[in-house]
């Protein structure tokens, strides 16, 4: 009987409970193959993450395995990014959303909670402006895209180069490590070493100074406040990569959206709070929304 009550309370505990599976797939869209990470039953509602600035779906892997245990998540690499293909265009955020907004189409989803991180809420915003039909709302986690100071922006205009990125190792590990309070775990470790390992691809060095320089010159402020759907804002206090300035500035270009700022949390909240962020991401999917207005497909 004691035998059989341990087993029971063993296969009842939480590290009996296997981490939902992550799947990986290509994902073809007009000719482009992006790499596409899927985890969560088939008939949960779907929940898109979307990467930030020089990283890959990989950053988000744990937040999307613990998401994955109340909805479908999908996680994409970004045109130029990760195992994506590297595309010869300029990565702006338009052309960024328009990939991300064919894959919706392809997989046939709608009612989609986007999550998008730094570059990634760029593009999530991109797309609630533009794709509203397949978007139920976006959570921007330290959004960057809202128009950083003028002297700021000269600096990123000198940095967007390849060369730059294919010499400099110390820049690519100041931009991947910085972000987050816990700077050294496991993912962020991960996440440096490919980086690194990157370095030496010509056609990624092109498209992260393209990706650079859209982020130095974009400023979302008005399609912000066209979108056609609800963006909350989430932050970091201790964000390094976004100081008070620039948050202050994305709070005042959309007054109305719910925000949340994270004590003790940097630039990386998926890293540093991801149970405050998941809270926020749940309340996105239950905030209730009305039809899409002139929606596309």
């Given at each position: 009987?004691?035998?059989?009550?341990?087993?029971?309370?063993?296969?009842?505990?939480?590290?009996?409970?296997?981490?939902?599976?992550?799947?990986?797939?290509?994902?073809?869209?007009?000719?482009?193959?992006?790499?596409?990470?899927?985890?969560?039953?088939?008939?949960?509602?779907?929940?898109l993450?979307l990467?930030?600035?020089?990283?890959?779906?990989?950053?988000l892997?744990?937040?999307?395995?613990?998401?994955?245990?109340?909805?479908?998540?999908?996680?994409?690499?970004?045109?130029?990014?990760?195992?994506?293909?590297?595309?010869?265009?300029?990565?702006?955020?338009?052309?960024?959303?328009?990939?991300?907004?064919?894959?919706?189409?392809?997989?046939?989803l709608?009612?989609?909670?986007?999550?998008?991180?730094?570059?990634?809420?760029?593009?999530?915003?991109?797309?609630?402006?533009?794709?509203?039909?397949?978007?139920?709302?976006?959570?921007?986690?330290?959004?960057?895209?809202?128009?950083?100071?003028?002297?700021?922006?000269?600096?990123?205009?000198?940095?967007?180069?390849?060369?730059?990125?294919?010499?400099?190792?110390?820049?690519?590990?100041?931009?991947?490590?910085?972000?987050?309070?816990?700077r050294?775990?496991?993912?962020?470790?991960?996440?440096?070493?490919?980086?690194?390992?990157?370095?030496?691809?010509?056609?990624?060095?092109?498209?992260?100074?393209?990706?650079?320089?859209?982020?130095?010159?974009?400023?979302l402020?008005?399609?912000?406040?066209?979108?056609?759907?609800?963006?909350?804002?989430?932050?970091?206090?201790?964000?390094?990569?976004?100081?008070?300035?620039?948050?202050?500035?994305?709070?005042?270009?959309?007054?109305?959206?719910?925000?949340?700022?994270?004590?003790?949390?940097?630039?990386?909240?998926?890293?540093?709070?991801?149970?405050?962020?998941?809270?926020?991401?749940?309340?996105?999917?239950?905030?209730?929304?009305?039809?899409?207005?002139?929606?596309?497909?």
């Amino acid at each position: 009987m004691c035998a059989l009550a341990a087993l029971s309370g063993a296969l009842g505990s939480p590290a009996a409970v296997a981490a939902p599976e992550l799947v990986e797939r290509d994902l073809h869209v007009d000719g482009l193959r992006l790499r596409l990470v899927e985890a969560g039953a088939r008939d949960r509602p779907p929940v898109l993450l979307l990467h930030g600035f020089m990283t890959s779906s990989t950053a988000l892997a744990d937040l999307q395995q613990r998401l994955a245990e109340r909805y479908r998540v999908f996680a994409l690499d970004l045109p130029g990014h990760g195992q994506s293909d590297r595309p010869a265009r300029p990565l702006t955020g338009f052309y960024l959303a328009a990939a991300v907004g064919r894959a919706l189409e392809v997989l046939e989803l709608r009612d989609v909670v986007v999550v998008g991180h730094s570059m990634g809420a760029l593009v999530a915003i991109v797309l609630a402006e533009r794709w509203p039909g397949r978007i139920r709302s976006v959570v921007a986690v330290s959004p960057a895209g809202f128009a950083f100071d003028p002297l700021r922006q000269v600096g990123m205009r000198l940095l967007a180069r390849p060369a730059i990125w294919a010499a400099e190792p110390a820049l690519v590990y100041e931009i991947a490590a910085h972000g987050s309070v816990v700077r050294f775990g496991d993912g962020k470790r991960a996440d440096l070493e490919q980086q690194l390992r990157l370095r030496r691809d010509r056609d990624w060095c092109r498209c992260v100074a393209s990706a650079y320089r859209t982020l130095a010159t974009s400023d979302l402020a008005p399609l912000a406040r066209r979108a056609k759907r609800p963006i909350e804002l989430v932050f970091g206090a201790r964000d390094q990569a976004l100081p008070p300035d620039y948050r202050a500035r994305v709070i005042a270009a959309l007054p109305g959206a719910p925000r949340l700022e994270i004590e003790d949390c940097g630039h990386d909240v998926h890293r540093d709070a991801p149970e405050q962020l998941i809270e926020v991401i749940d309340r996105a999917r239950a905030r209730p929304h009305g039809p899409p207005d002139g929606a596309r497909r």
